[in-house]
């Protein structure tokens, strides 16, 4: 701020001496000024406090707001960050990501199917190109996710995004009934355990049938690897 210049030499000699009844004139307004200008102070902390509390508040939360659900598995829950950035690179919704991830492999990146799908999403082999290693987890995703988008896009919902992804989008677009039995039991498993991890639950009992009827032998599996790359 700019300084006014000084009073002159008499001006300043009466602000020095002031007469006695001036005197008692002034301290009463400069002591109600003071006074006034400490409330204000006062009453804009106590505004700005109140004001960026609950900023604050969702900073310190960041959990309720971002992650997958706790349904999944802790194999699963290993690539809980990588399965965020895939989501957001494909458009998908995590926890939809994370359903096929489960049932898939269990977030074991080495598994290999009989009819020879590989990696962490089960992807078959002619949807790599020459040179990619499909078990490398960001390949094996980018194949596999992109699918799975294709595969909800053309059905236009979830349940049959996982049947498209399982049995193909063609054959996703088939009644119901002509379903092959392996893309039944696939959307069985799958559609239940997306919908309990879309609505906040910490325990799917689907998830659980699907481990008791061999899901935890391959999640062992997943296990054993995640612990030696730790």
Request: net charge negative; with cysteine; charged share 20%.
């Amino acid at each position: 701020m700019y300084s006014s210049p000084p009073p002159p030499f008499d001006t300043q000699a009466a602000y020095a001496n002031p007469p006695g009844c001036l005197r008692r004139f002034l301290i009463p307004v400069l002591a109600v000024l003071i006074t006034s200008s400490f409330l204000v102070f006062g009453l804009n902390k106590i505004e700005i406090v109140q004001a960026e509390s609950p900023a604050l508040s969702a900073i310190e939360q960041p959990e309720l707001q971002f992650g997958i659900s706790h349904v999944f598995t802790p194999e699963v829950q290993f690539w809980e960050v990588e399965i965020l950035i895939w989501s957001e690179t494909y458009q998908l919704d995590p926890n939809l990501v994370a359903t096929v991830m489960q049932i898939e492999s269990c977030g074991f990146m080495l598994a290999e199917s009989g009819s020879g799908a590989k990696g962490l999403f089960q992807v078959m082999p002619y949807h790599f190109r020459e040179g990619e290693n499909p078990y490398q987890p960001n390949t094996n995703a980018k194949r596999g996710l992109q699918y799975l988008r294709q595969a909800k896009e053309a059905g236009g919902n979830s349940r049959l995004a996982l049947a498209g992804y399982n049995g193909g989008i063609n054959g996703a677009s088939l009644p119901e009934e002509k379903w092959p039995d392996e893309m039944t039991r696939y959307v069985y498993w799958g559609l239940k355990i997306y919908k309990d991890a879309k609505n906040g639950l910490d325990h799917s009992a689907r998830l659980q049938e699907w481990l008791n009827a061999g899901g935890a032998s391959l999640c062992q599996k997943a296990s054993e690897s995640q612990r030696k790359t730790q």
